[in-house]
T-cell receptor, first 115, second 111 residues
Framework: EAGVTQFPSHSVIEKGQTVTLRCDPI?????LYWYRRVMGKEIKFLLH????????ESGMPNNRFLAERTGGTYSTLKVQPAELEDSGVYFC?????????????FGNGTRLTVT | GQQVMQIPQYQHVQEGEDFTTYCNSS?????IQWYKQRPGGHPVFLIQ?????EVKKQKRLTFQFGEAKKNSSLHITATQTTDVGTYFC???????????FGEGTQLTVNP
C-alpha cells in the first residue's frame, strides 16, 4: 500500500509569490487533513476534508490559503500571496472513511520557505 | 479553544537512562494519540488511549491516560539511540473532532 505522498518536498519562494502544494492520500481514504508545523511549535490543524467536502476549515489562518479536493482524491493547498510567516512544514494526513478516531497517516511534508 | 501542552520541550539523555514526556490538555479529552517523528521524517502513529486511567505498553514504552482524561504521559525505559526523535501527543475533545497536537518533546540520546 502506497503511503501519503506530498509534492514538492521543498519550496523556496519570495514574499508575494504563489505556491501550490499537493497531497495524494492513501487510496480509499476519505478523510484528508492539512496541518502545518512552524519550527519548534505544535503541529497545527488547518483543515479537514471528507471526500471532496470541507468538514472543518476553522484552522485556515486567512483567505490567502485555499484548499481544494476536487473529485475527492488528491488535494491542493494554495498560498497566494505568500508572506514570511507562512514558512513552515506543511503536512498532509489521511485516514479511512468513517473512522474519525483512527490514526492519521502522514506524508513526508512540504517544507515551505518564504524569503 | 482547546490547547495541548507538552513538557519538556527538549530532553537529552545518556543511552540507558529513562525518559518521560508529559502532555496536558486544557479540556477533557475523548481520546489521546501519541506519534513519533524521526529527524527528517514525518509523524508516525504509536498508540491511542481511550479509557480513563488506561495504561498501555509497547516493549520499553509505557503510555498512561490520566483519570480525569486531561493528561497523559509516555515513559521510555532504558533509552536506545533508535529512540531519538520528537514525540507528540494529540488529543480529541469529542469523538470525531479535530486532533489537536502538542508542541512535541525532542529526545536526543547520547551513545
Amino acid at each position: 500500500e502506497a503511503g501519503v505522498t506530498q509534492f514538492p518536498s521543498h519550496s523556496v519562494i519570495e514574499k508575494g509569490q504563489t505556491v501550490t502544494l499537493r497531497c495524494d492520500p492513501i487510496s480509499g481514504h476519505d478523510n484528508l487533513y492539512w496541518y502545518r508545523r512552524v519550527m519548534g511549535k505544535e503541529i497545527k490543524f488547518l483543515l479537514h476534508f471528507v471526500k471532496e467536502s470541507k468538514q472543518d476549515e476553522s484552522g485556515m489562518p486567512n483567505n490567502r490559503f485555499l484548499a481544494e479536493r476536487t473529485g475527492g482524491t488528491y488535494s491542493t493547498l494554495k498560498v497566494q500571496p505568500a508572506e514570511l510567516e507562512d514558512s513552515g512544514v506543511y503536512f498532509c494526513a489521511s485516514s479511512p472513511r468513517g473512522m474519525f478516531n483512527s490514526p492519521l497517516h502522514f506524508g513526508n511534508g512540504t517544507r515551505l520557505t518564504v524569503t | 479553544g482547546q490547547q495541548v501542552m507538552q513538557i519538556p520541550q527538549y530532553q537529552h539523555v545518556q543511552e540507558g537512562e529513562d525518559f518521560t514526556t508529559y502532555c496536558n490538555s486544557s479540556t477533557t479529552l475523548s481520546n489521546i494519540q501519541w506519534y513519533k517523528q524521526r529527524p527528517g521524517g514525518h509523524p508516525v502513529f504509536l498508540i491511542q488511549l481511550v479509557k480513563s486511567g488506561e495504561v498501555k505498553k509497547q516493549k520499553r514504552l509505557t503510555f498512561q491516560f490520566g483519570e480525569a482524561k486531561k493528561n497523559s504521559s509516555l515513559h521510555i525505559t532504558a533509552t536506545q539511540t533508535t529512540d531519538v526523535g520528537t514525540y507528540f501527543c494529540a488529543g480529541r475533545e469529542t469523538s470525531g473532532s479535530r486532533l489537536t497536537f502538542g508542541e512535541g518533546t525532542q529526545l536526543t540520546v547520547n551513545p
